[in-house]
Nanobody, 115 residues
Framework: VQLQASGGGLVQAGGSLRLSCAAS????????IGWYRQAPGKQRELVAS???????YYSNSGKDRFTISRDNAKNTVYLQMNSLEPEDTAVYYC??????????WGRGTQVTVSS
């Protein structure tokens, strides 16, 4: 399975972005997927995740502002991010949630929020 994150960019504080995670491979629809982010000088952290059946989880960073969703027919997971803050500036990645489903992290997609 390969996962490709896209949709990042430069946005002003208070703005919105929608990230997409396109997956190749047959196991996508049966795997929980997470959105992660890594800010400069910080460890990578889980922001949100969605199970194969659509159950969602949000970290405190994303709660109430981010919405994760998936379209199994398109092998794609989305992260809608609203009310963005400068603290959300990071490289965002998508990957499997369970250790056995983690694949190559790839380049991620850069999100920069200006104040």
């Amino acid at each position: 399975v390969q996962l490709q994150a896209s949709g990042g960019g430069l946005v002003q504080a208070g703005g919105s972005l929608r990230l997409s995670c396109a997956a190749s491979g047959s196991i996508f629809s049966s795997s929980a997927i997470g959105w992660y982010r890594q800010a400069p000088g910080k460890q990578r952290e889980l922001v949100a995740s969605i199970s194969s059946s659509g159950s969602t989880y949000y970290s405190n960073s994303g709660k109430d502002r981010f919405t994760i969703s998936r379209d199994n027919a398109k092998n794609t997971v989305y992260l809608q991010m609203n009310s963005l803050e400068p603290e959300d500036t990071a490289v965002y990645y998508c990957n499997g949630l369970l250790p056995s489903t983690i694949v190559s992290w790839g380049r991620g997609t850069q999100v920069t929020v200006s104040s």
